[in-house]
């Protein structure tokens, strides 16, 4: 008989909180085998911002969306086209002159079979593939309709969120599905975003809440705010905080949803949900744009700087009256620490971030930022057996 | 008495017979205005809608196969040839030495493109009617192992990359190119192609393959069409590059010359946008090569010579010291063979604006033409032994191997594979369509515009008067029995009409094809078989729901209120199964700013999903744009209650006709 335990311990190392994870194991027999020990690494930490803006040759000051794809290249999603980043740093565009179907790229997905980059923007998705755009709009093809919000690539399928409901282009087939409120458990059309969970697809809808979709049984399930309000936090940690969802994220079995009122975390292991808001919560805004999620942690881009959490640390990036960057760090039994930084974020009103175990990219309504973390994350994590 | 009662009788019989006479013919004309929407029809045959069944139609029946070489893969040590028979399902095996077919094999599901491992000791067969891929162990000559790929896989590559052995397959009915790990046979990743890839070739030592496309994408009315080169990391199937070659169509051919850093397409440069009635200036197709380098840049140069074409190029194949290379020209029953150095030279002294013209000067071709070999009808594959010393053209038509030895570029020997089929009026209908000498100057044949009868996708201006003024969208031949008339305006009775006299004089500016060849060319057309646009293993099977309630939406007769949609607008009127034609002109409100007419024959429907662009001018660039940006007061079908679903769940159905 197999028994698991899980226990999570704190420890403190480079002022960042390790949490363990003990998975201790039996055999059949009884014999006690080595515990195995699995880190939760402690939340990255800034050092400082490196910002780029028109002068540096972004095309627009607005940037939408940051990608960095498999083959290390960063791409943008401006109001005034999509952008690379050459590896000699000089940003390079490309506009609806190259093929792009329209100026505005609100959000990028890689295909990692292929390569191709999918773009959404506002007048069609367009595909970029080996140099070339090829473009889906709804008169030329099946996409429900031309403003595209989110676009995720979730095997072989790219799924497009419109005000007129979710698209999926299978690839191989070359066939469109659309769901909307006629076959899916949606209130309403209107889609923001996609993101793939466990064998199941998160669609993050306008005044609907989360729906989750299940390819195999093509079934349907709805995660709606329990109180029905989105304004007032009736019933917190109970589902989502509100039904306006402007974005979803998913990994590690964690699914988060950002809305204008809030942010939501459910656990899919244990169906637990957690939810936070401005002021009474470390959470820096309740306005958040984006929430991208690597590993257990969420970034989360609002229109006030930056909230980064594991859903018990968190660390907010902020910029100062001055334009001073600052971060305000929250950790369990502690009291809330403010430290000012030598460089700030572009801009407080973040629209996107991509980030992985090294480095973040924020999308600002006034710049790029990058970030650089602080030295590896420490090694050590604190084990203990039962 | 009884002459008053015969009379009587014999009147009231006769007033009788007129009556029912009358008030049937009267009645006919009603069901047909009723039943078709036309008001002044006239009478016409019954069989205009109520069809007969497809298994009568020629294409359904029977016919004799014949040993048509397809692919050509030599052995490393060069004493072994392996020969693609499509038409027969077989690959045959040969000796070199001897010239002689030692061992066949079955290989069900039209063997046609052909690739061997480097020790020589798998062959990979590229099956294009079953969409597979089948390993065949060459020791033995057994199928191995066997895996499904993309629809209609023309061509199939072998390299060794860091991440294992791998084969690139283009797919040409699905336009897309599956990228396969070898142990175990997997389809790894499949990656969107341009239009109809066709063949592959392994460059810059198993770090890229390209792909060319043989059909050509224009983005919208008159604009310029372009085939792609799909480059492609096959360790992974990643796309590094979409390069384009403007202008061309029927990029077929692809070899690399790694010694130069050149990859080199064969290629048709299509002008149309001109007036196709001026054959005579050269100005509706010449041959050419395009000349692609790592970077992506392209020269494209002209194999024909001012007043010598050399139609259809197809195969091609690079001398292993990067020297020569050689170009099947299936439309003129040539190889050429081409002075790499002295291209090379001409290429780094010619300036920018020099290569920019080059396509069109027909005077260049000399520099690089070191000879043009003669072989038998319709040469497309060709390969080359490991060494060089032999070149082996695939003689389509004639069912040989034609074996030359390139130092004297003189004929070897030739394989013998079957008998020519020279009694069989279908295959001599297909040399007919195949040879250009019955063009003006034998710039062009039939295939040249239908490739294996289909379309190629472009529109072309057959208006005299002008540039770009009244084009008219290429309509497949696959599938066309039984749907006549024939053209746009539905002025040609039978395909003898469509391609006798006046399309000699007036498109191909010479010489009408004789009465005996005309025939024949009829009876090649009539057996060509829709082309197949669902994959190999959905033939047969229900309908997927989309597609079924696509099928509900294409034959509805009443809205979902009820409200009755009139015959005429429905879309099972005009397209009537089984051919999907009623065969009688109708006006879908698409009458063009040059078009005389707003009245349109009545296109079939049987593999219409491969058949874009749509509507009499190409304007339609995909199905959905006949019904989102084209359809004008519900006059091509009532289309105005669907929704976006419904629109989506009728293409996927029309995608399966």
């Known amino acids: 008989m197999n028994i698991r335990h899980i226990f999570s311990c704190r420890a403190f190392a480079n002022n960042a909180l390790l949490c363990t994870l003990i998975l201790w194991s039996r055999g059949s027999t009884g014999a006690a085998t080595t515990p195995t020990v699995a880190a939760v690494p402690p939340l990255p930490r800034i050092s400082r911002f490196e910002n780029f803006g028109e002068k540096d040759g972004l095309p627009s000051h607005k940037v939408h969306s940051v990608l960095k794809a498999s083959d290390g290249r960063l791409w943008l999603g401006t109001t005034n086209g999509l952008c690379v980043r050459e590896p000699n740093g000089a940003f390079r565009r490309y506009g609806p002159e190259d093929g792009l179907s329209h100026a505005v790229v609100l959000s990028m997905a890689e295909d990692t079979e292929s390569g191709d980059l999918w773009l959404a923007t506002m007048q069609g998705l367009s595909r970029f593939s080996g140099g070339k755009f090829t473009t889906f709009t709804q008169t030329n093809s099946g996409l429900p309709n031309n403003v595209v919000y989110g676009v995720a690539v979730i095997d072989g399928t790219v799924w497009a969120a419109t005000p007129a409901g979710a698209g999926a282009y299978h690839i191989r087939s070359k066939t469109w599905k659309i769901f909307d409120q006629n076959n899916a458990d949606m209130e309403e059309p209107w889609c923001y975003a996609i993101a793939p969970g466990s064998g199941v697809v998160y669609i993050g809808v306008w005044a609907g809440g989360i729906v989750e979709y299940d390819p195999k049984t093509g079934s349907f399930k709805a995660y709606r705010d329990p109180d029905g309000d989105f304004q007032f936090q009736l019933t917190p940690n109970s589902g989502p905080i509100a039904d306006i969802t402007s974005w979803v994220a998913y990994q590690d079995g964690i699914l988060w949803q950002a809305t204008y009122f809030g942010l939501s975390r459910y656990d899919t292991k244990d169906a637990t949900w957690r939810t936070w808001v401005q002021d009474k919560t470390p959470l820096v805004s309740n306005f958040i744009n984006t929430v991208f999620a690597h590993g257990r942690v969420a970034w989360i881009a609002t229109d006030r700087g930056v909230s980064v959490t594991d859903g018990i640390n968190w660390d907010n990036y902020i910029v100062g009256e001055n334009g001073q960057g600052m971060v305000r760090t929250f950790r369990s039994a502690q009291d809330p620490q403010t430290r000012t930084m030598s460089t700030a974020l572009a801009n407080g009103f973040v629209l996107a971030i991509w980030a992985d175990d090294h480095e973040a990219w924020f999308a600002t309504s006034n710049g790029l930022s990058h970030a650089l973390f602080d030295g590896p994350p420490s090694p050590k994590a604190s084990a203990s057996n039962p | ?657």
């Open chain 2, 1 to 657: 008495m009884n002459l008053k009662r015969i009379i009587v009788v014999t009147s009231s019989l006769a007033l009788a017979v007129a009556g029912a006479t009358v008030g049937g013919l009267s009645g006919m004309r009603e069901h047909e205005r009723i039943r078709s929407g036309l008001p002044n029809l006239g009478l016409v045959s019954c069989m205009k809608c109520h069809e007969r069944g497809l298994d009568s139609l020629p294409w359904a029946k029977p016919r004799p196969h014949h040993d048509s070489p397809d692919g050509i893969a030599v052995s490393p040590d060069g004493r072994t040839l392996f020969i693609a028979l499509s038409d027969r399902d077989e690959v045959a095996e040969a000796d070199v030495a001897s010239l002689a077919v030692t061992r066949r094999l079955k290989v069900p599901g039209g063997p046609f493109g052909l690739a061997l491992d480097t020790a020589g000791n798998r062959l990979f067969v590229a099956c294009r009617n079953q969409d597979r891929i089948a390993v065949i162990g060459t020791r033995d000559l057994k199928e191995l192992d066997s895996v499904s790929v993309g629809i209609r896989p023309t061509a199939v590559a072998y390299c060794r990359t860091p991440n294992g052995e791998r084969l690139i397959v283009p797919n040409s009915g699905s336009d897309d190119i599956s990228v396969l790990s070898v142990a175990p046979l997997l389809e790894l990743t499949r990656t969107a192609a341009g239009r109809e890839p066709y063949s592959v070739a392994v460059s810059d030592g198993g770090r890229r393959v390209y792909i060319a496309n043989r059909m050509s994408v224009h983005e919208r009315l008159l604009s310029q069409p372009a085939s792609e080169v799909t480059v492609l990391d096959p360790s992974d199937g990643h796309v590094l590059n979409r390069v384009d070659l403007q202008s061309a169509h029927l990029a077929e051919g692809v070899t690399d010359v790694p010694v130069r850093g050149w990859v080199i397409n064969s290629m048709v440069r299509v002008r149309n946008l001109i007036p196709i009635t001026q054959v005579k200036d050269g100005w509706v197709m010449s041959s050419g090569i395009a000349i692609t380098r790592h970077d992506g840049s392209v020269t494209q140069v002209p194999l024909d010579e001012a007043n010598a074409y050399f139609p259809d190029p197809s195969g091609i194949a690079a001398s292993p010291d990067g020297r020569r290379a050689y170009v099947a020209s299936g439309g003129a029953d040539v190889v050429t063979v081409l002075d790499l150095d002295r291209l090379g030279a001409w290429l780094d002294h010619a300036g920018e604006a020099e290569r920019g013209d080059a396509p069109e000067n027909m005077a260049l071709s000399y520099r690089y033409v070191a000879a043009r070999i003669p072989t038998g009808c319709n040469p497309q594959h060709l390969a080359l032994s490991p060494d060089g010393s032999r070149l082996f053209i695939a003689e389509r038509l004639d069912d040989g191997i034609l074996v030359v030895d390139t130092t004297s570029l003189k004929p070897a020997g030739r394989i013998i594979l079957g008998d020519r089929g020279l009694d069989d009026p279908i295959r001599l209908g297909e040399r007919v369509f195949t040879r250009a000498r019955y063009s003006f100057q034998g710039q062009f044949s039939c295939r040249s515009c239908h490739p294996d009868g289909h379309v190629d996708g472009l529109s072309y201006d057959f208006d005299g008067a002008g540039v770009g003024d009244n084009l008219l969208a290429n309509r497949s031949l696959c599938g066309v029995a039984g749907t006549e008339p024939f053209k746009w305006n539905g002025k040609n009775p039978t395909l003898q009409y469509q391609d006798g006299p006046r399309f000699a004089r007036v498109l191909m500016r010479t010489d009408e094809i004789p009465q005996p060849q005309l025939d024949q060319l009829a009876t090649y057309i009539k057996h060509l078989p829709p082309t197949r646009t669902v994959p190999w293993s959905r033939v047969g099977q229900p309908l997927t729901p989309s597609e079924e309630r696509g099928r509900k939406l294409f034959f509805a007769t009443r809205r979902p209120d009820g409200t009755p949609i009139p015959f005429a607008r429905q879309c099972q009127t005009c397209h009537r199964p089984p051919l999907f034609t009623n065969r009688l002109m109708t006006s879908v409100g698409t009458q063009g700013a040059q078009d005389s007419s707003g009245v349109f024959d009545t296109p079939h429907l049987i593999g219409v999903g491969a058949m874009a662009p749509y509507l009499h001018d190409g304007r339609a660039r995909t199905l959905e744009e006949i019904w989102t940006v084209y359809q004008k007061d519900d006059l091509h079908g009532v289309s105005s209650y669907w929704s976006k679903e419904q629109l989506n769940d009728l293409v996927e159905y029309l995608k399966t006709i």
